[in-house]
C-alpha cells in the first residue's frame, strides 16, 4: 500500500512539473515572449525597381523561405509610397537614410549642373578622396552633397562610436548613401577590375579580409557562366515574348540562354580574356556577388555579436539594369525578380541561423519603381509615348537664339530639368523670370509633356498639393534646375539603350513594397498611406536613438503595438 502511494505521489509531482514547463512555454515562449530591448542587427535590404505591384505579381511564384517568407511573418506596408518629383535611385537611398525630402537632404536627383564650375555634378563625386582597392575611375566617391544626417549618422552618435555600420551594393551611391557620413565603410564594385572596393574616405587601405574576398574573382566566374531561365518557361506565362521587339537586348540578341562569357568580353570582340567587368550589372549575378559579400561583412566584422546594435545595408541593383534594358514585363525581369527572391532566402537563412531571428530588424524596400514599356501600354491601347528631349532642347536653343541673339543660352538638360546659362543671360541683362516662363511656354507644347514650371515659382515653396506640391519636396535652390518639365502618364524620356525609365511622380515609379521582419515586428498587413520618409524615423524610434537632424517622416505606429 506504501509502495502504491509513493508511486502515485511521484506521478503526481511529475505531471505537475511537466504542467507547470507546459504552460511556462505557452505564457513566456511562443506566446508571450519578450524581445530583446533593441536588435542587435538592422538589415536594410534595398532594391533597385522594384513596384508594390510586382511583389504581388509573383508571390506564388516565390520560394517559402525568401520575399514570401517576410510576407507571411512581417509587417507589410501595402501603400508606402515616395513623395516627391523626381523619383530616381540616389533621391530614394538617401530619403530612406535620412527620413526628409529631397529638397531638405539635397540629393535632388541622380546627376545636377552646378553653374560655378560649368559641369554636371553626379551626386557622390568627389574629387578630393582616393580609390581604396580599385580604379580611379570608380573610386573618387563619398557622401560629400548629402546635406543631413542619417539615421545611421545617429545611430553611431548614441552609442559612441561603438555601433558598426557598413553598406554593399554594386552602385557606389546607393552603398554610400545608405550607410551615411560615420559609417565604418561603404564598399562598391569597381566595373574596371571587378573587385570590391571604396574610397579614402573611409579607410585608407583595405581590410585583408577584403582583399582575400577579391582574390577568389567571384565576378570572372560570374562572367564565364550562362544566364538561363531558373524556372520552367511556363512560370513566364504572363510576361511579354522572350524575343519581345520592344527590349533592347545585348548586341542584338534579347531572348535566352544569354552566353556571358561572349557578350563581356570587352569590345564584343569574343576575347573572354579582355573582360568588360561591367556587363556584370546587366546580369542577376551581380545581386549573388551583393550578397556573398554582404555575408562576408558580417561575419568578418562580427556585427550582431554584442549588445550594441549594427547596421548593415544590402543594396541590389540587377533589377534596375535589366529593367531598363528589357522592360518590367519581360522574362529577363521576371527572371531576375525570382532570382533576387533565392539571394532574399539566402540572406535570410544566415542572419536567423547566425544570429537569430529576435535579434534582428529587418526591412526590405526598393528605392524606386518603373514605368512600362511604351509600346507595351501602346499595344493594349492605353495613351504611351517616348519624350524625345534631345530633339525638344535642340529646337528650344534655336527659339531662344530667334528670341534674344546668339549665344549659348541653354547650358544642358538632365533628369527632366533644363539648366540655363546664368551668367549670359545676366550679362545680357535678361531678366532669369522671363527667360524661365517663356522656356516653360514652350516646352508644354511638346507631346507627352504634361506640365512646364519656372523655377521661381518654387523658391517660396508655396504650394502642398498634386505635383506641384511634390516639386517643393523636390526643389533645392543650388542643385534644381532653371525649368522643371513633368511627362503625362505612360510616356518616358528616350534614353540610349534603355526602353523605359523611372523619374515620374506617378505610381509605377513612386509605389513600392515595405515589409518589416524579425526581432519584435509580428505579422500584419497596412493599408494605409505612407511616406517612405517615415522609414528612418521608425528605425530611429525601434532603436531609441534621435531622429536626423532633417528628418520629417514619422514613426509607423503599427511596429510598436
Not at 514650371?453 to 504650394?463: D, H, K, L, V, W
Not at 524610434?541 to 514613426?555: I, M, Q
Amino acid at each position: 500500500m506504501f509502495w502504491y502511494m509513493a508511486r502515485e505521489n511521484t506521478f503526481k509531482r511529475t505531471f505537475f512539473v511537466i504542467s507547470a514547463i507546459f504552460i511556462y512555454n505557452i505564457l513566456y515562449g511562443q506566446g508571450a515572449y519578450i524581445p530583446p530591448e533593441k536588435p542587435k542587427l538592422v538589415v536594410g535590404i534595398i532594391v533597385e525597381q522594384l513596384r508594390y505591384d510586382q511583389i504581388e505579381r509573383f508571390r506564388d511564384r516565390f520560394g517559402e523561405n525568401g520575399i514570401r517568407k517576410l510576407l507571411n511573418e512581417g509587417s507589410f506596408f501595402q501603400n508606402a509610397s515616395f513623395q516627391y518629383l523626381l523619383i530616381q535611385s540616389a533621391p530614394g537611398h538617401a530619403t530612406l537614410a535620412t527620413g526628409s525630402e529631397p529638397s531638405t537632404h539635397g540629393i535632388t536627383s541622380d546627376r545636377w549642373y552646378l553653374p560655378l564650375r560649368d559641369e554636371m555634378i553626379y551626386c557622390t563625386a568627389d574629387v578630393s578622396v582616393t580609390p581604396v582597392g580599385g580604379s580611379i575611375e570608380s573610386g573618387l566617391h563619398s557622401p560629400v552633397n548629402l546635406q543631413a544626417s542619417t539615421f545611421t549618422d545617429e545611430l553611431k552618435i548614441s552609442t559612441g562610436g561603438r555601433a558598426k555600420v557598413y553598406a554593399v551594393g554594386i552602385k557606389e551611391h546607393a552603398s554610400i548613401l545608405s550607410a551615411g557620413h560615420a559609417a565604418d565603410a561603404a564598399f562598391w564594385y569597381d566595373t574596371i577590375n571587378g573587385n570590391w572596393m571604396t574610397s579614402s574616405y573611409y579607410m585608407g587601405s583595405l581590410p585583408a579580409w577584403v582583399n582575400d574576398f577579391n582574390a577568389t574573382r567571384q565576378a570572372e566566374t560570374w562572367l564565364n557562366g550562362t544566364w538561363t531561365l531558373s524556372r520552367p518557361r511556363n512560370d513566364y506565362h504572363d510576361c511579354t515574348p522572350d524575343s519581345s521587339k520592344y527590349e533592347k537586348g545585348f548586341a542584338g540578341q534579347n531572348y535566352f540562354p544569354y552566353d556571358l562569357r561572349k557578350l563581356s568580353a570587352r569590345g564584343r570582340t569574343r576575347d573572354a580574356s579582355n573582360r568588360d567587368y561591367a556587363f556584370l550589372l546587366e546580369t542577376p549575378y551581380a545581386n549573388s556577388f551583393t550578397t556573398a559579400f554582404a555575408k562576408k561583412i558580417i561575419a568578418s566584422e562580427n556585427l550582431g555579436t554584442d549588445d550594441v546594435t549594427d547596421f548593415l545595408a544590402v543594396c541590389y541593383t540587377s533589377t534596375d539594369y535589366i529593367g531598363h534594358r528589357f522592360g518590367p514585363s519581360s522574362f529577363e525581369s521576371a527572371d531576375a525578380l525570382m532570382r533576387l527572391d533565392r539571394e532574399v532566402e539566402d540572406l535570410l537563412n544566415y542572419l536567423n541561423e547566425n544570429i537569430g531571428k529576435r535579434n534582428i530588424l529587418v526591412y526590405f524596400t526598393s528605392a524606386h519603381g518603373v514605368s512600362e514599356v511604351p509600346g507595351v501600354l501602346a499595344e493594349m491601347r492605353v495613351p504611351s509615348g517616348y519624350f524625345r528631349q534631345d530633339q525638344a532642347v535642340s529646337l528650344l536653343r534655336s527659339y531662344l537664339k530667334a528670341i534674344y541673339g546668339d549665344g549659348d543660352w541653354v547650358k544642358g538638360y538632365s533628369e527632366k530639368q533644363v539648366f540655363l546659362n546664368r551668367t549670359l543671360i545676366e550679362d545680357a541683362r535678361i531678366s532669369l523670370e522671363e527667360i524661365q516662363t517663356k522656356v516653360a511656354r514652350f516646352l508644354i507644347q511638346f507631346s507627352g509633356v504634361s506640365g512646364a514650371y519656372p523655377y521661381y515659382a518654387f523658391e517660396t515653396g508655396a504650394f502642398s498639393n498634386g505635383n506641384t506640391g511634390k516639386i517643393v519636396k523636390n526643389f533645392n535652390p543650388l542643385r534644381s534646375g532653371d525649368v522643371i518639365i513633368t511627362l503625362s502618364p505612360g510616356w518616358v524620356e528616350r534614353n540610349g539603350d534603355y526602353v523605359t525609365n523611372h523619374n515620374s511622380p506617378y505610381d509605377c515609379d513612386a509605389h513600392v513594397p515595405l515589409i518589416w521582419y524579425g526581432w519584435s515586428v509580428s505579422r500584419a498587413a497596412v493599408t494605409r498611406k505612407v511616406n517612405m520618409a517615415d522609414v528612418a524615423a521608425t528605425l530611429s524610434s525601434l532603436c531609441k536613438v534621435r531622429y536626423p537632424n532633417a528628418c520629417t517622416g514619422e514613426p509607423l505606429f503599427e511596429l510598436f503595438r
